[in-house]
């Protein structure tokens, strides 16, 4: 598998990346005593403008166990675009760190920083896209049904930034993804045909109840995501009818499973007894939040820093 020079989403890999990234998690998962030390004696530099639970426990977690020192930076310490300028920030950064990862709102500070150095920029969360995410996600599914060509996706909510990198990930590793969504909250014309052009077999429609249907996953996420706050009302009446329930998982079939990205609003997007019942694998995929974001820093092309953030 060629290193990896940046991921702000999915789509920057190809379907060997993908696929090695999937099986290096699942065997350091498996074997930790074959985890390389291949961050040893290089430092992280994590940005977030987003709070966080899981992006940044299991990223730190991961860093570490590779030998690597994560430098974590919360959005009001680094002021990204106010206090100073993006591209000023990356390059200090990168001065110091071998990797940036960075948790924001708006995508484009990615594009940013990737334009102002050289070093490998990871998109731990933006509004348009949440690969890391993706990747333990598949993981998961992989795991669960030990493939994943063929499988069937439903994502049933919002167009979001998860459902994007889904997407994508279906494309890179031949799985069918069906994406219901209310009028209005569709997944991004750009995002469909990008998808399509790499190969997946990407439905969408307004039928959470058709979308479902012969799924091996029934996947969903909050209706309103931080940021959005100002539009949850609006959201919750809008999404009314898209909730996960018993009724939908039934019309699933017996051997679907339940995914979501967490945190979750039981009694808004889903119900209790389908995130706290035994077809969902909700906890599963949180743990493999570490595993593949450790496979995707193993796979980085990761040289010393220097000043600037220039080789």
Sequence with gaps: MSLIRRLLELD???GAQFRGLLDHAHGWKQQPDLLPRALAGATVALVFEKSSA??????????VTLGGHPVVLRGDEVGLGHRESVEDVARTLAGYCSVLMARVYDHGVLETMTAAVDVPVVNLLSDRAHPCQGLADYLTVREHFGSLEGRRIAFVGDGNNVAASL???AAL?????????PVGY????DVLQRARN????????NDPYEAVRGADVVYTDVWTSMGQEAEAEVRRHAFAGYRV?????????????FMHCLPAHRGEE????????????VWAQAANRMHSVRSLLASLDVAPPVPGGRR
């Design 12 to 14: 920057d890999l190809d």
């Design 54 to 63: 899981r992006t940044r426990v299991s990223t730190e977690v991961a860093v």
């Design 167 to 169: 997407a994508f990930g």
């Design 173 to 181: 590793c031949g799985a069918e993804m069906t994406v219901a969504t």
């Design 186 to 189: 569709e997944l991004d014309l």
């Design 198 to 205: 790499l190969g997946a077999h990407l439905e969408t429609t």
């Design 245 to 257: 329930d018993a009724a939908l998982m039934a019309a699933a079939g017996a051997d679907a499973v």
């Design 270 to 281: 889903v119900t209790a007894e389908v995130i706290d019942g035994p077809r969902s694998l």
